[in-house]
DNA sequence: GAAAGATATAAGTCACAACTTATACGATTG
DNA sequence: CAATCGTATAAGTTGTGACTTATATCTTTC
């Protein structure tokens, strides 16, 4: 499943929100989407492995919980992709901070 | 339907880079799209009226021909969902030209 | 002005993703 | 160790979105 897809539902984007807030158990996003969309466990568990699967999220196991993290990585890879339009929007000095940035990752690699 | 599920579509992330690097034709468009996805001449069309009706895209008619070219807005929002988890990844001196942005950004407004 | 060109819409089909209920299964507790 | 808790998986249903072919609607050209 592409990362677009996997951010395509609300409630997906919505338990990143959470975890983007620091690590939750799979019962504490339960509740919290069970409360705002109203579906059931499965549910909520089965868009948890659409994040573990598409590495979106991060698994521990504590005990019989288990504890959710984002994984930033695909989150970089949309942002890459929707970074070639920046300079759709971002002109004049916004670009100028955008070029430091872009500077320093070339400068990294060599 | 949500600028994530726009997104979501292999087809429509192209014509998207399509139109990035410019105004294009519906003919160009679709001749470029059959070639890479072997779809045919309405399901491009189909694509292109998502692009419409999501504001990804704007039209306008030159004869018989229209001429689409990329709106930013929509993008933009989709830069600024994805920008609340800049953070995972952009540690250290990144952060910082982050930030002068972010700064600048405020200040216009007051 | 009829034919051809450029594009969009209509209508129908089909695969799939997002649910549901039921259940499995390891960890905890009394 | 039986009951309960926390979570995941299984299986089945259903709505929807991405196609298809056929056709409509403007433009341009001969």
Same mark, same amino acid.
């Given at each position: ?5 996997? !951010?395509?539902?609300?409630?997906? #984007? /919505?338990?990143?929100?959470? !975890? ?5 158990? &799979? ?17 909520? &568990? ?7 699967? &598409?590495?979106? =999220? ?7 919980? /288990? !504890?959710?993290?984002?994984?930033? =990585? ?11 339009? #920046? ?22 690699? &060599?």
């Amino acid at each position: 499943m592409h990362a677009f897809d996997v !951010l395509g539902d609300p409630v997906r #984007r /919505r338990i990143l929100e959470l !975890l983007a807030e620091g690590e939750l158990a &799979s019962g504490e996003i339960v509740d919290v989407i069970q409360r705002e969309f109203c579906i059931s466990q499965p549910a909520v &568990s089965q868009h948890l492995r659409v994040l573990r699967d &598409s590495g979106f =999220a991060n698994v521990r196991a504590d005990g019989a919980r /288990r !504890l959710y993290t984002v994984d930033a =990585a695909p989150l970089q890879e949309v942002d890459a992709w929707v970074g070639r339009f #920046r300079g759709f929007w971002d002109h004049k000095l916004d670009a100028l901070a955008t070029e430091i940035v872009r500077g320093k990752r070339k400068r990294k690699k &060599s």
